[in-house]
C-alpha cells in the first residue's frame, strides 16, 4: 500500500476495486443525501437508497482491515410527511452483509437557527453510525478526553460515605456509580454526543462537514500513518484532516469540479490521479445541490 496520500477522480464503485483487501484502518464519509426531488443532483430516491449504497459497503468492508472501523454520516429524510426507513434499512441489509453496527454517535449541530415547520421542528442532528468487522477493534479513548467540567469542584468537594462506594440507583434501573472516582481527575471520557457548530472551511461544497468532524474520529480510531479512506470525498475535508493529522489519506470523487476544489486544499505532498475516462461532468454556471 502506498503511503502518500493519495485522491482519485471517480466513481468510488469501480476505483475501488485497485484497493487492496484488509488495507484501510478507517473509513469515514458522507455519501450523498436521499432525495426524491427530480433534477437534484447526485440525489438517489429514498426507495433505493439502499440498493443504491449496498454496492459501495460490499467494497468498504473488503478494504477495510479487520481492526478498523467504518463511520457513516447520514441522516433520514422526511417523505411526505414520514421520515423514510432508509437508514434502518441499510442498517439491517449491512448486517446481513457482514458489518456489525457496533455503535451511535450523534452529531449536534449546535448552530442551527430555528425554523417553522406545521408538524415539526427544525433537524439539529444527524448521525454518525459506527461499523466494524470485529468486536475487536482498534480504538484510542484517551486521544479523545475531555475536561471533568465545572460540576466537579462543587460536587466532590465534601463526599459523603455513600459517594465512596459505588452506589446503586434507588429506581431499580442497574445503573450505578462511585461519585469519588472523579476525585483527581481533570479530564473524563466524553459522551456518544458531538456538539459541534456546522462550519466548515470548504465554502464551496454545499455539503461539507467542519474539520472537526473527521478530526474526531480519526482520533478516535486511527494513530500516525494508519490510512483514512473518505469514498464520497467531496470537497475534501476528511483526507485533508487526515494528512494534517499525519494519516495516510485516500480520498475519491465523481464530480470533477469537487476533486478540483479538494486538490486545491491538499498540500503538494501528494499523488492526484488523473484518469483516463471523464467521470462527472457537469453544467457549469450552477451551482449543484448534493446533499
Ligand atoms: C455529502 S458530499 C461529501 C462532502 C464532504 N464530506 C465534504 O466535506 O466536502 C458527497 C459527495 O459524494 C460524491 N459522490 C456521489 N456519488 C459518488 C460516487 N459514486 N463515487 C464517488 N463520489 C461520489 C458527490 O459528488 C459529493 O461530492
Not at 451511535?104 to 437557527?113: A, L, R
Amino acid at each position: 500500500m502506498n503511503r502518500k496520500t493519495k485522491i482519485y477522480l471517480g466513481d468510488s464503485k469501480k476505483v475501488l476495486k485497485d484497493f487492496e483487501s484488509n488495507s484501510i484502518d478507517l473509513i469515514f464519509t458522507s455519501p450523498p443525501y436521499a432525495d426524491s426531488r427530480k433534477n437534484t443532483y447526485g440525489g438517489i430516491h429514498p426507495d433505493k437508497y439502499v440498493e443504491w449504497f449496498l454496492p459501495f459497503s460490499n467494497e468498504l468492508l473488503r478494504v477495510l482491515k479487520p481492526t478498523g472501523t467504518f463511520v457513516l454520516n447520514i441522516k433520514e429524510k422526511v417523505v411526505e410527511g414520514e421520515r423514510h426507513t432508509y437508514v434502518i434499512d441499510l442498517i439491517h441489509e449491512m448486517k446481513k452483509q457482514g458489518w456489525l453496527w457496533t455503535e451511535e454517535f450523534i452529531w449536534h449541530k449546535k448552530n442551527s437557527y430555528p425554523g417553522k415547520w406545521p408538524n415539526r421542528f427544525r433537524d439539529s442532528w444527524e448521525r454518525l453510525l459506527q461499523f466494524n468487522k470485529a468486536k475487536q477493534f482498534n480504538m484510542f479513548q484517551e486521544e479523545v478526553m475531555v475536561p471533568v467540567g465545572d460540576w466537579a469542584k462543587s460536587r466532590l468537594k465534601n463526599l459523603s460515605k455513600t459517594d465512596k462506594k459505588r452506589d446503586n440507583a434507588k429506581n431499580g434501573s442497574g445503573f450505578g456509580k462511585n461519585v469519588s472516582n472523579w476525585l483527581g481527575r481533570d479530564l473524563v471520557y466524553p459522551t456518544n454526543v458531538l456538539h459541534l457548530a456546522t462550519e466548515c472551511n470548504n465554502k464551496e461544497h454545499s455539503a461539507a462537514f467542519p474539520d472537526e468532524l473527521p478530526e474526531w474520529f480519526i482520533k478516535l480510531f486511527t494513530k500516525e500513518g494508519d490510512f483514512v479512506l473518505d469514498p464520497f470525498m467531496g470537497s475534501g475535508t476528511t483526507v485533508n484532516v487526515a494528512n494534517k493529522m499525519g494519516r495516510v489519506g485516500f480520498g475519491i470523487e465523481i464530480v470533477k469540479e469537487y476533486y478540483k476544489l479538494a486538490e486545491g486544499q491538499l498540500s503538494q505532498n501528494i499523488f492526484v490521479d488523473e484518469p483516463k475516462v471523464k467521470y462527472g461532468k457537469t453544467k457549469t454556471g450552477r451551482r449543484k445541490k448534493i446533499r
